[in-house]
């Protein structure tokens, strides 16, 4: 029995999830594809990363898309540069199989922008973009947004975080002919119920996935007690042992992740290091680099490493706990993909083991202690 099958899903789209290991959908994708499906109209959802959005909004998109007309149908808007290129790449692989080709344009800034005016030449169903650069491109009259009937709003309150208020605002006004609008958010604050109110209709369709059902249950959750000092030596020697596996390191400053990425270089450690102060070609790089397997390991923090997208991590290291419980699903969410198993382990002190119970209690987790 193919569960996608029964919740509407076409055969082609179940080809190309298949051969990327998701056979069993997520809460997420249980409730939106059928809802999306048959409906289609204004959809808010509250979830966390590492839920499966991804499909969950991907899959109802590309049935909605018409092949037959070479217009941009669907705007996909995502807060960074990396999430942009990872949904991206997900909806070509959903795609494969498809008897009719879909074409997909992702548009961010930091890539060269002629490049991004020639692909649009060609014929375009849906884009993927970050907000600054589809206004410039709107600017520019590079492309048109007349035909779009689906407007997606991913990591809403991300968005508005990083500054971006007026330009999805502006980019709402500017599809005022979309069918429906599907926003998708970890949290619902004022920002992001006032883009609700002002651009989506009172009658809109809402979701919740509760945190028991974020975290991927391929992904066993551990921890180790000891000093601050000692944890250099305790994550040099975890290392040390992992052979070929290949995972991330979470650290929650910029300064403590260069200090780390010293530290374990100078132990002979192949690493790299993401983190905020880095250009965006340099990100690009090291994120390029490790996925080609020239470095073994990557130290990154939380902002930085948003919309990371490495296949085979074995393991998630978090140096220190995060501020918040979606950057720890978000982190641990990078091992433990496409039906593979992973091992997420936190490092803390011990007067943060009452915040280990607590975490594990809000999310539904079993954290054991490593010696």
Same mark, same amino acid.
């Given at each position: ?16 999830? +298949? ?54 149908? =669907?705007?996909? /808007? =995502? ?8 949904? @991206? ?32 030449? !060609? $014929? ?28 997606? &709003?991913?990591? %809403?309150?991300?968005?508005? *975080? ?5 330009? /999805? ?19 619902? $604050? ?16 809402? &979701? ?14 551990? #921890? ?11 994550? =040099?020697?975890?290392?040390? *042992?992992?052979?070929? +596996?290949? @995972? ?5 400053? !910029? ?39 020239? #470095? ?10 948003? @919309? ?5 991590? %074995? ?18 969410? !990078? ?37």
């Amino acid at each position: 029995m193919n569960y996608f099958k029964t919740l509407g899903v076409r055969e082609d789209l179940i080809q190309g999830l +298949e051969e990327l290991g998701i056979q069993t959908p997520t809460p997420i994708q249980r409730q939106a594809i059928p809802y999306l499906l048959a409906k289609g109209g204004d959809f808010i959802a509250q979830a966390q990363t590492g839920t499966g959005k991804t499909a969950a909004f991907g899959i109802p998109l590309l049935m909605q898309v018409d092949p037959e007309v070479r217009e941009i149908q =669907a705007v996909v /808007v =995502a807060p960074t540069r990396e999430l942009a290129k990872q949904i @991206g790449k997900q909806l070509f692989r959903f795609t494969k199989y498809c008897t009719q080709k879909i074409f997909v344009e992702v548009l961010t800034g930091g890539d060269k922008l002629d490049r991004q005016i020639a692909a649009l030449q !060609r $014929p375009t169903h849906v884009v993927v973009v970050t907000p600054g650069r589809l206004l410039d491109l709107l600017s520019r009259k590079a492309l048109s947004l007349d035909f779009v009937k689906l407007l997606i &709003l991913d990591e %809403a309150d991300e968005m508005l *975080n990083l500054g971006f208020r007026k330009e /999805v605002a502006e980019i709402c006004a500017r599809t005022q002919g979309r069918r429906a609008t599907w926003l998708f958010s970890a949290t619902i $604050p004022a920002g992001v119920q006032k883009l609700i109110t002002d651009y989506m209709s009172p009658k809109s369709h809402s &979701l919740k996935i509760d945190q028991q059902h974020v975290v991927n249950r391929d992904i066993s959750h551990r #921890f180790i007690v000891c000093q601050i000092r000692e944890k250099t030596e305790r994550i =040099a020697r975890f290392l040390q *042992n992992q052979g070929e +596996e290949r @995972g991330v390191i979470f650290c929650r400053t !910029r300064a403590g992740a260069t200090k780390l990425f010293d530290e374990l270089s100078e132990r002979g450690h192949r690493l790299g290091v993401l983190q905020g102060d880095l250009m965006q070609t340099e990100r690009d790089k090291v994120l390029r680099s490790f996925r080609k397997g020239r #470095f073994q390991f990557l130290i990154a923090t939380d902002v930085a490493a948003r @919309g990371i997208d490495v296949e085979g991590l %074995a393991f998630v290291l978090h140096h220190q706990l995060p501020d918040q419980i979606d950057y720890y699903t978000h982190r641990s969410g !990078r091992t433990g993909r496409a039906g593979r198993t992973g091992v997420s382990i936190a490092l803390i002190g011990q007067q943060e083991k009452a915040d280990i119970a607590k975490l594990g209690k809000l999310l539904g987790l079993a954290f054991v202690e490593m010696k």
